[in-house]
């Protein structure tokens, strides 16, 4: 059965039954150290379940009390439950300053904080949920027409939540294409079966749409695959390799059946974002109707056919994958302190998405904590902020599309070390970042491959 999130005002009403006792006790008992106030922060805002958050502030007394050494309580309310409810104490530092763990988050949740009868204001973590892909193996030859079942599982179950499975089919990477839908079934398992229509790259992912529980959440990995049509016998056509990086060469080969003598065949290719074929090369076959055209450095991944004595080949796509470089400094950061990602990608890329990703906790595997786009020259610049110490595992992902498939860089192991409870730095807007969500709705069709 699905939880389903109160209503606000329930929420509302509950809540305040929640904090009215403590409330009232503090007018009847009042401070022994005057007026206060407390803040709180909270950061990461975004965050994968079941990983968790850090929450600082400062507890300040008038007049002029010392703050250090007081017990301050912390407040969850989870998304599906009533109220708020005490999950952890602390005590004030020198000034007044504190700080302390949630502890694993499943759900969206929301916190503030008590002491002395001052109540902070309420801050709210978006928690993703832990989703998984599997479908044929990447690398394995699909062709048109023929059914291909994708499944998986998510993390907290939420029996009955729509599973979105998309294609990518921008050139900049950010614009997700509704190709089937799904529903999570008992133990968190869904499975989708879908078939492709159009040769070209495949950069598959799915999100799931909770009901309040968690944010949509994208499958931690995305599946890369390179579609081409089913063969025509009696003119085959094959790549040397599929797909090929940036930079390698490709020799296009194959067979015209029923001939005895030498027959002149045409190699023609075209890009994703153009119209029709056009011939880039002519040879002759063998006498046995065997060929082999030259070999060819495609710049982006291109559609190629064949065509001699009246017989057309099927289309066979060859993906061009991207060329990623990646460094970071500092990987030694004391917690909320910034570090810098930067690298290149050719062919140049101007204006994509690329993303910055987190190892899961289960280290099987990568979530989105941070989005940028490749900056002018084809560079790119990524700033970001780990909020809580330990060890991340990170890399640098370009997702594919259209025009180049994906490339990720090598791991980077980044060292966050604590930092004292008075460094409030606040996180950037954009530090807690998620993919576009892309078409959810549609026809899921397919648009045909233009001649």
Known sequence: MRLRKLGPA????????????????AHKHPS?????????RVAPRR?????QVEAKGRLRCRPHANASGQMVTLYEHAAGTAGFVPVKNTTTTTGGFYELSTGPLSTNASFYVRSHGAQSASRRVRV?????????????????????????????????????MQRQNAITGDEWHRIGVGLVGAGGAYSITHIFRVPGDASIRVLVRSDGLNVPSESENML??????????SLTINSSADPITYGQSVTISGVLAGTTKSQPVTLLARTVHQHGFAPIAQISTEANGSYSFPAQSPVNSTLYEVKGTGQKSAVLYEGVKNVLTAEVSPTTVQAGEALTFKGTVAPDHTG????LERQNAAGTGFHVVQVGRVLPGSTYLIV?????PGTKIVRIDIPGGPDNGRAVSQLFTITVTPAPA????PEAPSNSSSPAEGQTTGSEAETPLSE
Do not use: K, M, W
């Not at 998984?132 to 179950?157: A, D, K, R, W």
């Not at 890369?224 to 016998?233: F, G, L, R, T, V």
């Open 10 to 25: 329930l929420v509302a009403a509950t809540s305040l039954l929640a904090v009215a006792p403590a409330v009232a006790s």
């Open 32 to 40: 022994p150290l005057g007026r206060c106030s407390i803040s709180i």
């Open 47 to 51: 965050i994968q379940a079941p990983e």
């Open 128 to 164: 993703a949920a832990q989703v998984t892909l599997t479908g044929p193996p990447e690398g394995t030859q699909i062709e048109t027409g023929v059914p291909e079942t994708f499944s998986g599982t998510v993390n907290p179950t939420d029996e009955g939540a729509r599973v979105i």
């Open 224 to 233: 890369e695959y390179e579609i081409s049509q089913a063969q025509n016998p």
């Open 352 to 355: 994509h998405v690329i993303y």
């Open 384 to 388: 970001h902020q780990f909020y809580v």
């Open 422 to 425: 008075s460094a409030l730095t």
